[in-house]
């Protein structure tokens, strides 16, 4: 089998999960890892036989085709930039960036270099995930009013506030652009474009200053009104329903269920590896043989959301998406 040739920055923390999908995927051949943890790096060199390289030397290495960018949140413009102007692809951790006008600019770094930038938005893969928008689709519920959705877990009762999550100039209103982005990628998968945002946003619990509590509303081009809840202090949830004038969509938990007038229809899903999914994509996109699902314009929307409703609690107003700076790049 053909297989692109990936090195991975950023190998600790959430890196070990895409390590590990993309040492699983029959479609890559894992060249090289960067860490600023050279222990971590050596170790995982030695059981995945992947050369430990500094980042000049994976941008200078002219056999990999495609670096995985799996760093915190503020570096993934800086970096990005750098892999896009050394001519390789790019699969990008969510969220983007923290602020639109930094998405923007790695949109255009790829679009100008010719390489592909994916951003790892992996929800909207999961089984149940996709067979709730499957009865979307086929319009199972009719006309569609409204969706809530929520990712919440209580991360940040237990990590070190030492951390760049913490730091709201480092992940501005954390809970929201670290889990509700997730949720937020899905509806605007299912629901079209997002138009404008109101945010509500709450430090309540958690050590430091950054917030810990959000809800955002989102008014979807078509209409459609959406709620988000995201937290970082509650146990974890994530759960999305749609309601429409026949009934009703949800995904909860492990489960998929559509309530009309005719039953509850609630399918057994079989679970599936949605980083496998998203790496062999990636990998299959850098071969020539596919589009990416998911690239930077995906992540930029999700992002732009976030980003709203932060500026609406700011300002106590409802923030329209195409006043963020850079929503041009994908007017
Ligand atoms: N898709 C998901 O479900 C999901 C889940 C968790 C995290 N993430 C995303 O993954 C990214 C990383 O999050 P995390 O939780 O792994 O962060 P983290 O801080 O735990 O780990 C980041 C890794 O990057 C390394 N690193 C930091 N700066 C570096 C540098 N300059 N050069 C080389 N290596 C460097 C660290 O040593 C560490 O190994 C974030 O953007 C986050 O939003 C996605």
Redesign the pocket.
């Known amino acids: 089998m053909q297989q692109a040739r990936v090195a991975q ?7 070990a ?1 895409i390590r590990g999908a993309l040492v699983a995927a029959e479609n890559v051949a894992y060249q090289a890892v ?4 050279q222990a ?1 790096c050596e170790q995982v060199a030695a059981e995945t036989g992947a050369a430990v390289r500094s ?1 000049d030397e994976i941008l200078a290495d002219p056999a990999i085709q495609a670096v995985a960018v ?4 503020h ?2 413009r800086p ?1 990005v930039e750098r892999i896009a102007a050394a001519g390789k692809h790019v699969f990008c ?3 983007i960036a923290n602020h639109t006008a930094d998405g923007a600019a790695m949109i255009q770094a790829c679009r100008e270099a010719g390489v592909i930038l994916m951003i ?4 909207r893969r999961e089984a149940t995930f996709r067979q709730a928008r499957e009865w979307l689709e086929a319009a199972a519920i009719g006309t569609l009013i409204d969706a809530q959705g929520e990712s919440s877990h209580a991360g940040g009762l237990q990590i070190n506030p030492a ?3 913490f730091d709201p100039t480092l992940c501005p209103a954390l809970p929201l ?2 889990l509700g982005v ?1 949720v937020i990628d899905f509806l605007n998968h299912c629901l079209g474009r997002p138009v404008e945002v109101s945010g509500l946003q709450r430090h309540r619990v958690i050590p430091g200053n950054n917030v810990d509590a959000t809800v955002s509303c989102i008014a979807y081009e078509s209409g459609v009104l959406a709620t988000v809840a995201s937290h970082y202090c509650t146990p974890g949830r994530t759960e999305v329903l749609f309601s429409g004038l026949g009934g009703r969509v949800q995904v909860n938990g492990g489960k998929a269920s559509l309530h009309t007038k005719a039953g509850v229809t609630a399918p057994e899903i079989a679970r599936l590896d949605s ?1 496998l999914e998203e790496c062999r994509e990636f990998a299959a996109a850098v071969l020539g043989q596919t589009t990416v699902e998911t690239p930077g314009e995906a992540g930029l929307w999700a992002l732009a959301v976030c980003e709203a409703a932060t500026l609406s609690q700011r300002e106590r107003r409802t923030v329209a998406l195409a006043e963020l700076p850079g929503m041009a790049v994908v007017a």
């Not at 920055?9 to 890196?15: L, T």
């Not at 790892?120 to 929800?123: L, S």
Request: net charge neutral; aromatic share 14%; charged share 15%.
């Open positions: 920055v950023g190998i600790g923390g959430y890196g999960s960067c860490d600023l943890d971590l980042f799996v760093l915190p949140n570096l993934h970096y951790e969510k969220p790892g938005h992996n929800y951390t760049w999550r652009i670290q997730h980083r």
